[in-house]
């Protein structure tokens, strides 16, 4: 009640000293009305209030732009909010160059960088978000009676940045310092033991994770990571016993909704077969994988693969999912020397890389990025591999020549990678408008792919899935109006 009516005198103050063009009164009374509006969770009057306040101080040349600092900062953050994201990083721009040109620290400028780093953070992003992250903690005020707490959490912000940079000795570094503050100990526990397990020591792994207390349905991912520790170990039984947990687990909460964690331990599954030689089994697992991780893919048969890709889906474990399907196929033909188990080896190696170039095409992140990278040096030789074998079987031109195409495609996406940087470098300009929205348009696509693969609500999750699509029908008809080697360039 308070509140409120403090607010409304704010509201008659602003009036007041606007009628009597007193400027500088009607700022910060307008920042006042917004700050109370806020609090109400009024949101959207309480973005007019700031604005105001902003527009006022173009009036007022002597002041220091550092009075509006927060009204942009809290701008900023109700954009952010409702999901708009461009206003959002407008408003935090504008504020930041307040913070770069003042002679001292403004007040409150370490919530900016930290609000830019998780912006960055939900574009997969990384690298710009451990950066604003870092600025955020170097700026914490030592006498802030919150910089424990916020110490810790931007801290771990930019340990979970360099776990998905792969960055293994650093995010292990930063974990291993969080721990002392005994804040977080479960996420800490599972992420360290999750380095292990990606630096090929499933033993420390395991240790890491026996110590994680979970009584929700992130049992599900803990029972995943253990069971392919012990898998790595070479302890199938082991390995098979956190499996079940894992389904079990997974059953309870999800029932039989389709999600990548349930994936996981159809993909672990396979390969726990697949390491007792039980190929064809294998196959069968690495199909319900791809089911799991594909949610407009439901066939069972295994010599069928997605055909086209569009929505939210996990590209990276999907990926991986045909690709040892595929290897699976090429090894049983090596047994059953059949000519149709080469070839669905070949199928499925064009579905793997079809899905390789949707996310060259739909997808703008450093995620993305060091994905691509991993098929161009790593796997990009294997479907070469497949094709002629088929031509020494057949001494049908067509796999000599999907051979060739398979490899020029690899060089053509290294050469659009390396133009890259130039073609961006450029895009400041505002005759590439196009480009810039372009940009924007895969930025966002991303970070909704991102935040889809975090929902539990089928209501919210069906709704993201619509806005990706839209976005990516609005990104088809942008690269339409682009010159096509343009496009490439920033594929």
Known sequence: RLSKEARDLYIKAAHAAENDKNDSLALLAHYQAAVLWHDLDSLDLAKFH???????????????????????????????????????????????????????????????????????????????AITYFEKAVDLLPANSPYFKQLSVYYKNNIASSLLKLEEYERAEQQYKELLETDQNSNEIFLNLGSIKLNEGEPIEAISWFKKVNYDDKKNILLYNKTGKAWLDAGNIDSAEKYFDLAVRENSKWNGEGKNIYHGLTCLYRGEKERESNNIEEAIRWYQKAIQQFSPDFSETDVDKNPVSYNGSFSYINLFNALSLKADAFE?????????????????????????????????????????????????????????????????????????????????????????????????????NELLQKLTRLKKEITRLTLKAQQLNDTAQLRTTNTDIRNLEIELEKLKEKIDPNTELAIK
């Open 331 to 431: 090894s049983l033909y090596l047994q059953s020397l059949k000519i149709e188990d080469l070839e669905t080896s070949l199928n499925t190696w064009r579905s793997a890389f079809q899905l390789a170039s949707y996310v060259e095409d739909t997808y703008d992140s450093d995620e993305s990025r060091l994905f691509l990278n991993k098929v161009k040096y790593t796997v990009h030789n294997k479907p070469i591999s497949v094709c002629l074998n088929l031509y020494r079987r057949t001494e049908k031109i067509k796999y000599l020549e999907e051979a060739w195409i398979f490899d020029q495609e690899n060089k053509a996406s290294v050469l659009a990678s390396n133009l890259r940087t130039n073609v961006l470098r450029d895009q400041a300009q505002p005759e």
């Open 50 to 128: 700031y604005l105001k306040s902003v527009d006022l101080k173009k009036s007022l040349v002597a002041l220091s732009d550092t009075i509006i600092f927060k009204p942009l900062m809290f701008a900023g953050g109700i954009y952010y909010s409702q999901n708009q994201f461009d206003s959002a990083l407008y408003y935090y721009k504008k504020a930041e160059k307040i913070s770069d040109e003042s002679p001292k620290p403004v007040a409150d400028v370490q919530r900016l960088y930290n609000r830019l780093g998780a912006m960055y953070y939900e574009t997969g992003d990384y690298y710009k």
